[in-house]
C-alpha cells in the first residue's frame, strides 16, 4: 500500500492552500514576537509589576513598524491597533508603507522610502522605547547602531 495515497496529502494541500491565511500567519507572528520579548531580560519582572507596561510593551512588539510609520506621517500612532491587517511578511509591510505614503507624498520618493522603511523595520527601530516603557534601556541593543 502506498503511504502518501492512504494519508491524501495531495488533497489536503490543495485543501490549505485555498484557507485564508490571514489569521493564521497574523497569529503565529504575534506569537513569536511576544516569546522573543518574553527572553530579553526583566520583563517577567516588569510583567508582575506592571501588567499594563508589559502589555504596551507586547503591542509596541508586535505593531512597532506601524505605530513608527504613523508617528513618521502624523497619523495617529494607535491606528493600527484600531484595525487588523493583512500584513504577513516584512515585504508586504514595506509595499504597505510605501502605498501609504504615496497616497499623502506623490512627489517624495525619499519620503515614501523612509516610510516603507520605517513600517517592514520599525519594530527593531522602537525596541529602545519599548524597553524605557518596560524600565530597562540598553543603548547598546539600538538596531541603528548595531544593524541585523
Known amino acids: 500500500m502506498d503511504l502518501m495515497g492512504m494519508l491524501h496529502l495531495d488533497d489536503m ?4 492552500a485555498n484557507l485564508s491565511m490571514f489569521p493564521y500567519f497574523d497569529t503565529a507572528h504575534y506569537v513569536v514576537s511576544v516569546m ?6 526583566g520583563v517577567l519582572e516588569v510583567s508582575r509589576r506592571s501588567p499594563f507596561a508589559c502589555w504596551f510593551s507586547s503591542m509596541l512588539f508586535c505593531f512597532g513598524g506601524a505605530v513608527l510609520s504613523g508617528i513618521m506621517m502624523a497619523e495617529p500612532p494607535i491606528a493600527p491597533l484600531s484595525n487588523s491587517t493583512n500584513e504577513v511578511t516584512r515585504t508586504w509591510k514595506v509595499l504597505g508603507g510605501v502605498t501609504q505614503a504615496s ?3 506623490q512627489d517624495s520618493l525619499l ?5 516603507g522603511w ?3 523595520a520599525g519594530g527593531g527601530l522602537i525596541a529602545n522605547f519599548e524597553q524605557l516603557v ?6 547598546e541593543t539600538n538596531e541603528l547602531l548595531k544593524m541585523s
Do not use: D, F, S, T
Not at 522573543?36 to 531580560?41: D, G, N
Not at 518596560?134 to 543603548?139: I, N, Q, T
Open 36 to 41: 522573543a520579548l518574553r527572553e530579553q531580560p
Open 13 to 16: 494541500a490543495h485543501g490549505l
Open 111 to 115: 519620503v515614501m522610502i523612509a516610510i
Open 103 to 105: 497616497g499623502k507624498y
Open 118 to 120: 520605517a513600517k517592514g
Open 134 to 139: 518596560r524600565g530597562v534601556w540598553k543603548p
